[in-house]
Nanobody, 121 residues
């Protein structure tokens, strides 16, 4: 069973930072690429970042390059998304997801319940 459980969302001022965590079942971490997409109600989902297996190879959307960093801890079965220099346009529900592979058009195979990120002054 693939389980993905997000945590770490919240509210922050522009320029601030947040770290999202995604606890992943061990099977999923070994078998799938794990990443994040975000969605604002009424808008299309946007792939944000993804990290594949071994060697860990990260992918980022152009909109977050240089500001977000994705990492994985095999020891903790967790994937992290460190978000810095947050902007109002980063406000969305962030979902952790399992993919067959990383890339701009990757389609999620499984996803978590989502966590809200709000960037506002």
């Amino acid at each position: 069973q693939v389980q993905l459980v997000e945590s770490g969302g919240g509210s922050v001022q522009p320029g601030g930072s947040l770290r999202l965590s995604c606890a992943v079942s061990r099977f999923a971490l070994d078998y799938y690429a794990i990443g994040w997409f975000r969605q604002v109600p009424g808008n299309e989902r946007e792939g944000v970042s993804c990290i594949s297996g071994s060697p860990a190879s990260p992918w980022y959307a152009d909109s977050v390059k240089g500001r977000f960093t994705i990492t994985r801890s095999n020891a903790k079965n967790t994937v992290y998304l460190q978000m810095s220099d947050l902007k109002s346009e980063d406000t969305a529900v962030y979902y952790c997801a399992a993919y067959a592979g990383c890339g701009r058009g990757a389609v999620e195979l499984y996803r978590g319940q989502g966590t809200q990120v709000t960037v506002s002054s």
